[in-house]
Nanobody, 121 residues
Framework: QVRLVESGGGLVQAGGSLRLSCAASGSIFSINTMAWYRQAPGKQRELVAS???????DYADSVKGRFTISRESAKNAVYLQMSSLKPEDTAVYYC???????????????WGQGTLVTVSS
C-alpha cells in the first residue's frame, strides 16, 4: 500500500513563506507526476502545481512567480516552496501522486491527508 505524508503547514503572516513537504512510502516502482492541490473553505479543490518525472512543471496562474514545486525522485518526495503568501492562499494543501506504479504494469493514484496553511493579513 502506498501512502503520502505531508508536513510543513502552519500559520504565517501575509508576505511570509512556508515550505511544504510530501513523501511517498510503500511498495513503489516509480512515480510519474506529483502535484499539490488546495481546497479553501467553501471552494472546490484546485491544482496548485505539478511536476513530472522529467521535472516539467506547471502552475496555477494565481501562484506563478510565488510558488515553486520541486521533487527528489530518489526519495519519492515533492516539495512546495511558497513565498509572498497572501490571505487567499489559505487552504488545506493536498499532495497528490498520479500514476504511482506498484510494478511495471499496475498503477494507482494516491492522495495525502492534507496540511492546513493559514495566511493572516
Amino acid at each position: 500500500q502506498v501512502r503520502l505524508v505531508e508536513s510543513g503547514g502552519g500559520l504565517v503572516q501575509a508576505g511570509g513563506s512556508l515550505r511544504l513537504s510530501c513523501a511517498a512510502s510503500g511498495s513503489i516502482f516509480s512515480i510519474n507526476t506529483m502535484a499539490w492541490y488546495r481546497q479553501a473553505p467553501g471552494k472546490q479543490r484546485e491544482l496548485v502545481a505539478s511536476i513530472t518525472s522529467a521535472d516539467s512543471t506547471d502552475y496555477a496562474d494565481s501562484v506563478k512567480g510565488r510558488f515553486t514545486i520541486s521533487r527528489e525522485s530518489a526519495k519519492n518526495a515533492v516539495y512546495l516552496q511558497m513565498s509572498s503568501l497572501k490571505p487567499e492562499d489559505t487552504a488545506v494543501y493536498y499532495c497528490n501522486a498520479k500514476n504511482v506504479y506498484i510494478d511495471r504494469h499496475r498503477y494507482v493514484e494516491v492522495w495525502g491527508q492534507g496540511t492546513l496553511v493559514t495566511v493572516s493579513s
